[in-house]
């Protein structure tokens, strides 16, 4: 199971990282200071949740490093696992918070708080309803 909880993390690693390193140059450019208060503070909460992403989808590899050799080998898969859950949910966050950012400065409709909620319905059925269904079905007693 650890080979597999590795692989898992590499994938939402790589998406969590990837949108950190973005974050964190928005703060720089000229048109940051043109953002309206609520824009700000939408910016600084999705800093923060990308952080706490990227610390919980890292923290296997630490966990790992530290107890390699202890023989605990299913207590660290099952705590890798938690921090693995975590990191998604707290991915889920940062994408939404920066979907709503960023369509939010694009256009000043009413709309987008509807199509922020569709595409974090999208996430919910991709992320979570469908693989929970799956395992309903289709696991044996």
């Known amino acids: 199971m650890w080979g597999e909880i590795t692989q898992e993390i590499r994938i939402a690693q790589t998406g969590v990282q990837i949108l950190f390193g973005f974050l964190l140059t928005v703060v720089f450019t000229p048109r940051y200071a043109d953002l309206r208060d609520t824009d ?84 919910g059925l991709c992320w979570f309803a469908l693989p929970l269904w799956t395992r309903w079905r289709h696991t044996t007693e």
């Open 40 to 123: 700000q503070v939408i910016y600084i909460v999705t800093v923060v949740l990308g952080a706490c992403a990227t610390g919980a989808l890292i923290g296997p590899v630490s966990l790992h490093r530290l107890v390699s050799g202890r023989r605990v080998k299913a207590q660290a898969v099952r705590w890798a696992s938690r921090l693995t859950f975590v990191g998604l949910l707290l991915l889920l966050a940062t994408m939404t918070s920066s979907l709503l950012l960023v369509l939010r400065v694009a256009t000043d409709d009413d709309y987008v708080p509807w199509l922020v909620g569709g595409v974090v319905m999208w996430y």
